[in-house]
């Protein structure tokens, strides 16, 4: 898979690029793909997106055991925590993909504001679009739990935040 990952603590964060970027991209495309990695970085994504877990693992089974009245009620079922779980988990992946997809957005901005490459990050994202095989609109699934952006839809984001002159605080 062609894809670049930001990944680590504060002080301690890498980046790594798959081995087909680094063959079948420009020098360009792959300074784009640092400079989104980097802004995940610098926005703090990973710690962000860590807290955000850890809030929903803990209200989610304060839900689940509120639900059924604790460990050691007299109507607590292993089937329905189950259940209650499961559905949890699904409104989970929902909420978090929705972050996600920002976050993508916040990197994209990151490149384009701060490093201006612009055309070289749109061209990045068209081959790591079509090497995904996708063409088209997404699915309602793919709208709905996909951590990333439509394509298009980021190309739009940056070409109005570039239009519209915004300068984020970096």
């Not at 420009?26 to 997106?49: D, M, Q, T």
């Not at 559905?87 to 701060?114: C, G, H, P, Q, W």
């Amino acid at each position: 898979e062609k894809n670049g990952i930001s990944i680590g603590m504060p002080g301690k964060y890498k980046i790594f690029l798959s081995e087909s970027i680094l063959k079948e991209f420009s020098k360009e495309e792959i300074e784009a793909v640092i400079f989104h990695e980097a802004g995940h970085i610098y926005k703090r994504h990973f710690i962000k997106i860590s807290m955000l877990y850890t809030v929903l693992i803990f209200v989610d089974f304060g839900a689940v055991f509120y639900i059924n009245g604790g460990f050691f009620s007299e109507g607590f079922y292993l089937f329905r925590v189950l259940f209650y779980l499961f559905v949890f988990i699904n409104i989970n992946d929902i909420i978090t993909a929705f972050v996600k997809r920002k976050f993508e957005y916040d990197a994209d901005s990151y490149v384009v504001m701060l490093h201006g490459k612009a055309d070289y990050l749109f061209s990045a994202l068209e081959k790591m679009d079509k090497r995904e095989g996708k063409s088209g609109k997404k699915s309602l699934y793919e709208m709905v739990f996909s951590e990333y952006p439509d394509i298009f839809e980021r190309k739009k984001m940056i070409i109005d935040k570039r239009n519209a002159g915004c300068e984020e605080e970096y």
